[in-house]
């Protein structure tokens, strides 16, 4: 009984699948024993053996042998050889009692024919004329059952794409004119379904004692997958030799190949292949540590990459960059012998990039040298750049704000401020506010923040980049403005356009119950014009400057002073009854009556002032306008003053 161990054929070139296939085809032909296969195979034992680190007591475990020549093939150029000889071994070892070895190798054979890709077919002479036998697997390559090659039946060339067939003949014509023993073609052929698959056909030719032919047999391989892997491969390296400057180094670092691509770029119109790598002058740009690391890398088997400066063999002054990728080559015995490098050039890349450097420092410059502090921030509102201006403006280093969350520089208030401009970043790119940050050393600093949002080219924001203004002398101008806009600059009081604003404010108090009543006293200076003419109008100003005084002494959150016009004085108590309002209405009248004037005379001036009080509650305020509390005030001066001066008169308004 003859047993059959299945071969992965299919993970072998072509040249070995030839090689099996002749070997056992010649073997079926010869006897066994004592002959020079009998050497051969005892040979092939002591190689297997030194080979695979097999014991000699392994040698017929086909379980074994196969496993490791398996395994090890694969790394082998010699693989399939090595599998021929197994088969062989195999067939050798396999043949028993009435299993003949000629038996045994044809069942080997077929076997081979069964498995792998290839045909074995035997023509008739001259070739082009008659099929005269095909294997079983035909099928397989052309598409047509083998039976359908029968003798007289099927021409060869029928069966050859009408595009390589004018090829075909000529070059078997050569073969056949050389009366070589043995010939390569490879061509495609047209299978019924009209499927094209490529084959490599391999014949060989048996003649005559006068030398004529009788017959040709060979194999015909299906090598379909293979071409079109290599036209893939073609492909890909035909796009990177027209993009990419290729070079191959050896171990000892002499140039062995470079593309047209790298005369292009560099210009070096030199024969360097066959001269050390060295010629290229990248050593004029980079260390002896730089090209240490490259070769240690490349020479354990690893891939290097990284950008490689050389100078222009036209202009030596001058050079180009290249991002460079070396990747090892392996040969049979496992050495790392050759090494291939793929170079794009990137001159103008570093060209853009030296540019960017330039203007990126020249920015940073200019954001380092302007008065306001600049700072950029993450997503997360954490510091990823400041300028030297905000480092001073906030007594911090720049180690100390980098990487800081922006929110911790702030308190309560003006955090919560922050945070809602902050949510504004998706809808608005700028964004103008009022902050007070916290320094260093704990003090509270006013800003002004002009905030912009970076964003991604998909529109989703990246950074907030602002500048910050101190706003201290802004502020402090502001309040000046404000404080001139609403005091009387002769007497230092509220003028008449603060208190119409402060009387509108206390009155919807009233209005809405905030407080419970509203008071005012509206005073005159007795005989002011009197005191004019007859000391002058910078006198006069003294007695308003010296009258400001006096009321000024009582402002602070219930009582507002103010000078309505001339001679004219009011003071507004938010919450103060009428009864309190004359008291101190009534207080004032006799200090100012008490209190002499100097004027620069021999006598001090003494004054006198004649006062109203009105005042409202709550109840009654929605029947009322705030001016109704005034004129009602101003009328009853009048009268008070009619009454004969130097008294105070007060009222609740009904």
């Not at 190689?47 to 695979?52: E, I, L, N």
């Not at 379904?193 to 047999?217: A, K, N, P």
Request: glycine share 6%; aromatic share 10%; net charge negative.
């Amino acid at each position: 009984m003859i047993k059959h161990v299945p071969v992965p054929f299919d993970r072998y070139g072509s040249d070995d699948y030839f090689r099996v296939a002749e070997g056992l085809a010649n073997l079926s032909e010869k006897p066994f024993r004592g002959s020079l296969v009998e050497k051969e195979i005892e040979t092939g034992i002591r190689y297997f053996v030194r080979k695979y680190g097999l014991k000699i007591s392994e040698i017929f475990d086909f379980d074994t042998v196969i496993a490791r020549v398996e395994a090890r093939s694969e790394e082998s150029e010699n693989g399939l050889s090595d599998l021929g000889f197994l088969v062989k071994f195999r067939a050798r070892s396999l043949s028993q009692g009435s299993a003949s070895i000629k038996d045994v190798l044809q069942n080997e054979f077929e076997a081979l024919l069964r498995e792998g890709p290839l045909a074995y077919f035997s023509w008739a002479c001259p070739r082009e004329k008659t099929v005269l036998a095909a294997s079983a697997n035909a099928e397989r390559v052309f598409g047509r059952a083998p039976e359908s090659f029968s003798a007289g039946s099927t021409e060869y060339f029928e069966l050859i794409h009408p595009d390589d067939v004018e090829t075909v003949k000529n070059d078997l014509s050569e073969f056949l004119r050389s009366r070589s023993g043995e010939f390569d073609l490879h061509y495609r052929i047209v299978q019924p379904s009209w499927q094209v698959r490529f084959v490599r056909d391999h014949t060989r030719v048996i003649y005559d004692e006068d030398g004529e032919m009788l017959q040709s047999y060979g194999f015909v391989l299906d090598v379909t997958d293979r071409e079109e892997s290599r036209f893939v491969m073609d492909e890909y390296v035909r796009a990177i030799d027209q993009s990419a400057i290729v070079q191959i180094v050896d171990r000892e670092g002499m140039v062995v190949y470079v593309n047209d691509l790298y005369r292009k770029v560099s210009g070096d119109t030199r024969e360097i292949v066959g001269k050390p790598v060295r010629i290229l002058g990248g050593r004029k740009y980079h260390d002896q540590e730089f090209w240490e690391n490259l070769w240690s890398t490349v020479l354990e088997g690893k891939i290097w990459s990284g950008v490689v400066q050389n100078p222009l063999p036209r202009d030596p002054s001058e050079s180009y960059y290249a991002y460079t990728t070396i990747t090892p080559a392996c040969n049979a015995r496992g050495e790392y012998d050759r090494f291939i490098a793929i170079k794009f050039d990137v001159t103008r890349l570093k060209e853009v990039e030296s540019a960017l450097r330039e203007a990126n420092a020249r920015f940073e410059k200019i954001i380092d040298s302007t008065s306001q502090g600049f700072w950029s921030l993450d997503r997360d509102l954490r510091i990823s750049e400041v300028n030297s201006s905000l480092c001073r403006m906030l007594w911090y280093s720049r180690e100390e704000l980098l990487g800081k969350d922006l929110r911790e520089l702030f308190d309560e208030k003006n955090r919560e401020i922050l945070e809602a401009q902050a949510k504004n970043v998706a809808t608005t790119d700028h964004r103008k506010y009022d902050l007070e940050i916290l320094r260093k050393d704990g003090a509270s600093l006013p800003i002004m923040i002009n905030a912009t949002s970076l964003r991604a080219e998909d529109g989703t924001f990246s950074e907030a980049v602002a500048f910050v203004t101190d706003s201290t002398e802004a502020k402090a101008f502001q309040t000046r403005l404000y404080l001139a806009s609403i005091t009387d600059e002769l007497t230092q009081t509220g003028n008449r356009r603060h208190f119409d604003k402060e009387l509108a404010l206390a009155f919807d108090d009233l209005v809405h119950w905030r407080i419970p009543n509203l008071s005012l006293i509206v005073l005159d200076l007795d005989n002011f014009k009197r005191i004019n003419d007859s000391f002058g109008h910078d006198n006069g100003d003294k007695v308003l400057r010296f009258i400001g005084n006096k009321l000024g002494s009582l402002s602070n959150s219930k009582f507002s002073v103010f000078r309505l016009g001339g001679e004219e004085f009011g003071i507004l108590g938010k919450g103060i009854s009428l009864d309190l309002m004359r008291e101190v209405a009534e207080s004032l009248r006799k200090d100012i009556q008490r209190s002499p004037v100097d004027i620069g005379a021999q006598h001090p001036l003494r004054i006198s002032i004649s006062a109203w009080v009105a005042s409202l509650d709550s109840a009654q305020a929605t029947e009322h306008a705030p001016v109704d509390l005034y004129r009602s005030a101003d009328a009853l001066l009048y009268l008070a003053k009619n009454s004969g001066r130097n008294n105070v008169k007060a009222q609740t308004i009904m």
